[in-house]
């Protein structure tokens, strides 16, 4: 039982450079989530979906896509990346009235 | 809105209690969390309490919420070094759309041998 699971866990971008950050959930899970954690922060909601087919900005969704083509994957896309996107990013998953839960993270650092 | 604040430290010793204590502003919140984070880790969630209980207890933590007040703690009996971590109370209201958890910003709990 996987959980929920993040690729990469680790990535060193140039200024610039794109990339996608990969997140996965084997629970059947309608609500999926990305997070940015910032040093000493709590985290932050970047985009959220409902369910298949639907995504929906959150708090600081600026430099960052997402689509949800599949119940299981939402993966995150950064286009063009930034010193301010250096970060942890957290995806999690819940069903309502449910606990949340996350994947590892993926520690970015752009240059 | 919702908000969460926190404490940002708390140091005590080991074999003492700990208390991290949580306010949040939503009244309609409808779960209220707990998650361990340890350095360079993922979120670890400990406990969480429906918003219309008043406490819940799990071996060594026991959670307490006062609605009248919007206030939250949890409370680690004979605290260990192994709970040095940060501690980070979580929101999230169930009969909005996105059901999203709103995070404070964590406390660091630092237990002294």
């Known amino acids: 039982n996987a959980g929920v699971t993040q690729t990469p866990k680790f990535r060193i971008l140039k200024i610039g450079q794109s990339m996608t950050l990969q997140c996965t959930q084997d629970m059947n899970h309608n609500y999926m989530y990305w997070y940015r954690q910032d040093p000493g922060m709590g985290l932050k909601l970047i985009y959220y979906s409902v369910g298949a087919g639907i995504t929906d900005k959150g708090e600081v969704p600026n430099g960052y896509n997402v689509s949800r083509s599949t119940t299981e994957d939402f993966p995150l896309r950064l286009e063009l990346a930034a010193p301010s996107q250096t970060s942890v990013y957290f995806c999690?998953?819940?069903?309502?009235?449910?606990?949340?839960?996350f994947g590892q993270g993926t520690r970015l650092t752009v240059v | 809105g919702e908000d969460v604040e926190q404490s940002l430290f708390l140091s005590v010793r080991e074999g003492d209690s700990s208390v991290i204590n949580c306010t949040y502003t939503d009244s309609s919140s409808t779960y209220l969390y707990w998650y361990k984070q340890e350095p360079g880790a993922g979120l670890q969630l400990l406990t969480y309490?429906?918003?219309?209980?008043d406490m819940k207890q799990d071996q060594r933590l026991t959670v307490l919420l006062n609605k009248k007040d919007k206030h939250l703690s949890l409370r680690i009996a004979d605290t260990q070094t192994g709970d040095s971590a940060i501690y980070f109370c979580a929101e999230s209201i169930e009969d909005t759309g996105r059901r999203a958890l709103t995070f404070g910003s964590g406390t660091r709990l630092q237990v002294q041998p």
């Open positions: 999690a998953s819940k069903e309502r009235n449910t606990e949340a839960f």
């Open positions: 309490i429906f918003s219309n209980m």
